[in-house]
């Protein structure tokens, strides 16, 4: 049973769209929600991420669309480069005395030029 | 920028052989994490540490050992390695609670043939 889902494995889109990339969780308890950004051959490195007293942060052309009665998040690539090309995890965590990150099974972007 | 040594990059082992991946993490964080990667399944944690002597079990801890000797080193022991054990493994550190940005190496891809 996941706690984290992304829906999508995969997502292509042409240089210049927005690429949206979505996540559901289960937990009710989750308050932080981070997407890495992970590049062939290397570790995921933290993007951007929102707090559950948030439903919007945004970091250049990276926002984070929050809903929390609905229990999903979205990530929005506004203005999509080849550079972007990627693999996006959206995570969780819940504030505990043992904090651990859940990790969705991640979306791969490509980005077409 | 907080660095994360993993070694070896690649290893390929038989099953039932005896596998130790390494860690090294030179930012004085507290917090180390071992993951592993699959597709379909995202990041899946196994083990992890909160300072040298700590351990504490992650979601998939079946088949694996770990053991953290001192705050910069955290190791992952496979004592009979088995093929569904090949996988791409991470490790991650991180500061200590309040800080959950978490730092990944650039991974070990372990097959087991």
């Known amino acids: 049973q996941q706690q984290v889902r992304q829906s999508s494995q995969s997502l292509t889109v042409w240089e210049g769209e927005t690429a949206i990339l979505n996540c559901s969780y289960e937990?009710?308890?989750?308050?932080?929600f981070p997407w890495y950004q992970q590049f062939p051959g290397e570790g995921p490195a933290l993007l951007i991420a929102?707090?559950?007293?948030?439903d919007k942060k945004e970091d250049g052309r990276f926002t984070i669309f929050f809903n929390k009665r609905e229990k999903n998040l979205s990530l929005h690539i506004k203005d999509s480069q080849p550079g972007d090309s990627a693999t996006y995890f959206c995570?969780?965590?819940?504030?505990?005395?043992?904090?651990?990150?859940?990790f969705g099974s991640g979306t791969q972007l490509t980005v077409m030029p | 920028e907080a660095a994360v040594t993993q070694s070896p990059r690649n290893k390929v082992t038989v099953t039932g052989g005896n596998v130790t991946l390494s860690c090294r993490q030179t930012?004085?964080?507290?917090?180390m994490y071992w993951y592993r990667q699959d597709t379909g399944h995202g990041l899946r944690l196994i083990h992890y540490?909160?300072?040298?002597?700590?351990?504490q079990i992650g979601d998939v801890p079946d088949g694996y050992k770990a053991t953290r000797t001192t705050q910069e080193d955290f190791f992952l022991l496979l004592e009979l390695a088995s093929p569904s054990q090949t996988s791409l493994y991470f490790c991650?550190?991180?500061?200590?609670?309040?800080?959950?940005?978490?730092?990944f190496g650039h991974g070990t891809k372990l097959s087991v043939l």
């Open positions: 540490s909160y300072g040298a002597g700590n351990l």
């Open positions: 995570a969780a965590s819940a504030p505990s005395g043992s904090w651990q990150l859940i």
């Open positions: 937990n009710s308890a989750f308050d932080y």
């Open positions: 929102i707090r559950s007293v948030s």
């Open positions: 991650a550190s991180r500061e200590d609670r309040g800080n959950e940005r978490l730092f």
């Open positions: 930012n004085s964080h507290n917090y």
